[in-house]
């Protein structure tokens, strides 16, 4: 059993995910998983969709690369995506919304991502894709204090 949570926090590419996950490390002593960078590696990584620029993973090959710390607990992952992650890994599941679309846009256009894919970020954050794809955490006690 887990002594320690495991918090995803997700949202749409841009709202603030890394920057949060850094603060609530520092604030939680949670460890922050950034699966992006677990992914780069330990080279997760599948394809390259030119369209939306965007490196798609290998699903089983990141859930075997990060399966041993999720187990043991205490991490705050973070991600844009959090449907892949078995339920009973997961204890808690946090939504980011950015404030505003229009702040979304200029973080996005700020990094320079192409039409296509900024229309996709912006669409995903206007209709809460990232709310409806959540998986329902398991109502079981997995962790103890
Ligand atoms: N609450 C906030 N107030 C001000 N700026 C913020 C806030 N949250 C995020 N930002 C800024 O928005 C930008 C995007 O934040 P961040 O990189 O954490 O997003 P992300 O969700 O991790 O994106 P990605 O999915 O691409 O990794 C950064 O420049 C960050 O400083
Ligand atoms: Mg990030």
């Not at 939680?28 to 780069?40: D, E, F, M, P």
């Not at 892949?84 to 505003?100: A, E, G, N, Q, T």
């Not at 995903?124 to 006690?141: L, Q, W």
Request: glycine share 6%.
């Amino acid at each position: 059993m887990r002594t320690s949570p495991n918090v995803i926090i997700t949202g749409t590419p841009g709202v603030g995910k890394t920057v949060h996950c850094e603060q609530l490390a520092q604030d939680t002593g949670l460890r922050h998983l950034s699966i992006n960078q677990v992914a780069k590696d330990r080279d997760c990584f599948e394809t390259y969709d030119e369209e939306l620029e965007t490196w798609i993973v290998d699903e089983d090959k990141l859930l075997d690369a990060v399966e041993d710390e999720m187990l043991q607990g205490g991490l705050l992952i973070d991600w844009h995506a959090c449907d892949l992650f078995p339920k009973s890994w997961i204890d808690l599941i946090v939504v980011l919304r950015c404030p505003s679309t229009s702040l979304l846009y200029d973080r996005l256009s700020s990094r320079g991502y192409k039409q296509a894919k900024l229309q996709e970020n912006l669409d995903a954050e206007i209709f809460g894709a990232y709310r409806k794809k959540p998986v329902k955490p398991s109502t079981k006690k997995l962790w103890s204090s």
